[in-house]
């Protein structure tokens, strides 16, 4: 990385930042029929357009050249030939060779890792094909009817995420469902929900110790227990996880544990063994298919030029926003239904990733990094959020998502699902000026007054960005390219801050001081001296509400 270059690359995007105060994106349509055509490109299955944005050509000129001073094209290959570039962990980050379907080898951590990872993908799609065919049978010798993954963060968003978006490829005779929280409604209302004697559960946990998880999948044990008998447990249990070692401790058999490894974090695994509820649902050619669109992006990303390059434009004009227009959040929204979870699988995986303030080398960081990420389907965040996005103070980027053609759904739903998504972000881009406004109520009979009046208020600015991506149908091969966009989007953007997106010490605090107050808390006479006064306060609040009960 060359210091100079980028201090020059990061000023002169300021000074066009400058230049495109007053730029309007609908000015740039009028002045340029070519726009679209010029500003959308197709990424295998997904065609991104990134037209209604306030960029020129010059814009992502600046920003590509960010991109090089940053060295983004070296700490790239560095990704792929498996550098440690995980610096406070020292590990590889080489999530790309769960989705390798070729026969490339993969480095990680100075090996070749394609012979493990190809040894548990066999496993876990032999398995996930016996539970679909019956073939490995619950207690009761019937088969398995409801799986239930246990697990949270990366081991639940992933695999609950895509569940639910490819549910009409789920076959008909399983429910999958997921449990996270360590609020016990989380696993009962589910367990109420299910047929204990065909249900199978995955305790999914990367370390193994994470509390939620441990503590559902030992309430679960317990249940499994008491209703089928201890004999059951056998049965009714696998996991999955790097700590091998600990979860032969938990008592699950052998050939229930699926292995994945230190080298695939967390938020990034849902391509590994911790996919195994979603292969189970889908079936192992589908669940292939899904690898298969990760692995389209990871050739994408590793062989096109920047400027062509899908994952970098989305980094670069995030950064662009976030750096140069101090836009702090961005919506993402999915006008698909089954899509619901697919906003908070993104919000750990750019703010968990990027949500960092000091750079690889421990000083702060010179720029401010990941925005909040937020969003709901469409159209149903239009009649919730969508008034602050298009009049309120703050502007916020929106990613739109559709697909062409719906997978199991009324085709006339369809196309009203459609009409509204190119409606918000033609309404975003094109406002509605005062004059529009008053010529409107002109018409509507209201007089000079009652114009003066309410004419402010409809008043829309426009010239606010959003990105599209369209698609002929939510199939798993789309959906893996929709998810290794995202991720590559992140890591380029973590080049550009010269941050670790592959680490997370942000969440060790809180879990630390959970662990310390949990004895607190159960034990009603212990003491609370130590503890600041609104910590002690609401322990003695909740000791007095819990008097009698
Ligand atoms: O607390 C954050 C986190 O460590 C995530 O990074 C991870 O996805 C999640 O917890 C679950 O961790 P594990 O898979 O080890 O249970």
Known sequence: MDQTKLTDAWDALAAHRAEMENQKIADFFAADPERYAKFHIQLDDVLFDFSKHRVTRKTLDLLVALARAAGLEEKRAALFAGDLVNVTEHRSAMHMALRNLTDRPMIAEGRDVMPEVLAERKK????????????????????????INIGIGGSDLGPAMAGRALSPFVSPKLKLHFVANVDGADLGDTLA????????????SKTFTTLETMTNAASARAIVAEKLGEAAVADHFCAVSTALDKVAAFGIKPDRIFGFWDYVGGRLSVWSSIGLSLAIGIGAEKFEKFLLGGQDIDTHFRETPLEQN???????????????????????????????????????LEMESNGKSVRLNGEPVTHET??????????????????????GTDIVPIDFLIAAQPNAADAKHHQLLFANCLAQSEAL??????????????????????????????????????????????????????????????????????INAFDQWGVELGKELA???APIIADKSASTAGLDSSTAGLIAEMRKLNKGS
């Open 193 to 204: 929900g299910v047929p204990l004697a065909t249900t199978l559960f995955i305790i999914c």
């Open 429 to 498: 881009m094109r406002g509605r000026s005062l004059a529009e406004v008053e010529t409107q109520l002109q018409k509507q009979g209201l007089d000079a007054a009652a114009i003066k009046a309410l004419a402010p208020h409809k008043v829309f600015a426009g010239n606010r960005p959003s990105s599209t991506f369209i698609y002929k149908k939510l199939s798993p091969r789309v959906l893996g390219q929709l998810i290794a966009l995202y991720e590559h989007k992140v890591f380029v953007q973590s080049v550009i801050w010269n």
């Open 515 to 517: 662990l310390r107050l």
């Open 124 to 147: 876990v799609l032999a398995f996930a094909e016996a539970i679909r065919k019956g073939e490995i049978k619950s207690a009761s010798g019937a088969p398995f009817t409801d799986i």
């Open 310 to 348: 899908g994952p970098v434009i989305m980094a670069l004009i995030g950064i662009w926003y976030r750096n140069l227009w101090d836009y702090r959040t961005q919506a993402v929204i999915p006008y698909d239904q089954r899509m619901a979870r697919f906003p908070a699988y993104l919000q750990q």
């Open 370 to 391: 990941a925005p909040v990420i937020f969003g709901e389907p469409g159209t149903n965040g239009q009649h919730a959020f969508f008034q602050m996005l298009h009049q």
